[in-house]
């Protein structure tokens, strides 16, 4: 009998407005996953430094993102949620991962090129080294399901690869010491260590693009605050954002074939889908034919109906800084004592010399 549970791990990084992306891509997919899993969720706080070193309010940005998790349904009595720095196992882990994965499969990662951009050289080595951390934050806990936007698919195999690498490497080791557990490798079932996590990307937002270019992701970075919704705006600037979004002249079609070019009614069809649990079938059946003049009102009082009450839930919880103070030191102990478990284990496979 496998001793790995079924286990969901995921994590956000404090930087900048939490948007609808995020909260579609993934927050509502943890709180959704609550009713069948035990979760752990983790506001990343290690992964933001690895851009920019220096954040003034790494703290409040921090307590923010915990606001978001709460307010959105995450229950962190019944789960645990904690920021990332309070677990160390996680560095300690991630380090033994550096000495795993290979520099070529850093190099390859399409979030660190974009983020490096032309000057890599000067990228901080910790950006480059982002997914073996990320690898550390699931396995450290053996998650084994992975809740995330689009945009995370590659650091998750990534860490597969680390896993089956970490497992195959020490495998004599983990055989002798009997802490090995039946591993699915494709067809095969191996002894191992770290399961082989599964990424959960699924449902029609799970790449929301801007609303002034259908072609770039929504992103937190964006200098235009218009290209995205974020959680802490008011119904008013929903709205408005709704209303400015960029269209094309086009009524809405009545086949799904309709919107493969039309990447900015794909986006809002999806988002709509998202919000109201549809498909972008259902949405497509129920608008076809439209203009935009019809579906955008609709879409707004849709969205001003589901996250406004995030939103202010957000804003009450985060004017209890104790309590989300107190969350995350409650998460971060729970949490902690599950991370030294494993790591005792991997201090054992690696060999190092205790006690
Ligand atoms: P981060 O903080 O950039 O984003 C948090 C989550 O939001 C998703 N997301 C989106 N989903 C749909 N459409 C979008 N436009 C969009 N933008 C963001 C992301 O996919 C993510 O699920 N590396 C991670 C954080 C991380 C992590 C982990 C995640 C660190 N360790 C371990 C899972 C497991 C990141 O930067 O996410």
Redo the contacts with the bound molecule.
């Keep these: 009998m496998s001793s790995i549970k079924p286990l969901v791990?995921?994590?956000?990084?404090p930087t900048g407005n939490l948007h609808l992306?995020?909260y579609?891509?993934?927050l509502r997919k943890f709180v959704a996953l609550q009713e069948s899993h035990e979760c752990i969720y983790c506001v990343?706080d290690l992964?933001s430094i690895t851009a920019q070193l220096v954040h003034e309010d790494l703290a409040e940005q921090t307590r923010s993102i915990t606001a978001a998790f709460l307010a959105s349904g995450i229950d962190p009595a019944k789960h645990i949620v904690f920021n990332q720095s309070r677990v160390p196992q996680h560095a300690e882990l991630a380090w033994i991962f550096n000495c795993v994965a290979r520099i070529g499969w850093m190099n390859r990662m399409t979030q660190f090129k974009d983020k490096a951009g032309k000057d890599r050289e000067n990228a901080s080595l910790g950006l480059l080294a982002y997914p073996s951390l990320?690898a550390a934050?699931?396995l450290v806990y053996r998650a084994t399901h992975?809740p995330?936007?689009?945009?995370?698919k590659q650091?998750l195999e990534l860490t597969r690869d680390i896993a089956a690498k970490f497992n195959h490497d020490f495998a004599s080791r983990i055989e002798t010491l009997g802490v090995g557990e039946p591993i699915q490798m494709g067809e095969e079932t191996v002894n191992g260590f770290f399961p082989l996590t599964e990424p959960l990307i699924e449902g029609p937002?799970?790449?929301?693009m801007s609303l002034r270019d259908g072609t770039k992701?929504?992103?937190k970075s964006d200098p235009s605050d218009l290209s995205r919704i974020n959680l802490t705006d008011d119904g008013d600037a929903i709205a408005k954002k709704i209303r400015k979004a960029k269209t094309d002249p086009e009524p809405l079609p009545s086949e799904m074939d309709g919107l493969k070019a039309r990447p900015e009614a794909a986006n809002l069809v999806g988002i709509y889908a998202a919000l109201a649990d549809l498909t972008s079938e259902q949405v497509i059946a129920e608008f076809g034919g439209q203009q935009f003049s019809v579906f955008k009102p609709a879409l707004a009082d849709l969205a001003v109906e589901k996250l406004a009450p995030v939103s202010a839930e957000m804003r009450r919880i985060s004017e209890d800084r104790a309590y989300v103070d107190q969350v995350l030191r409650d998460g971060g102990e729970r949490a902690g004592a599950l991370a030294e478990a494993t790591m005792k284990q991997v201090r054992e496979i690696v060999g190092f010399l205790a006690g």
């Design positions: 791990f995921s994590g956000v990084q992306g995020n579609l891509g993934a990343v992964h990320m934050d699931i992975v995330v936007g689009e945009d995370q650091h937002a799970t790449r929301v992701k929504m992103s």
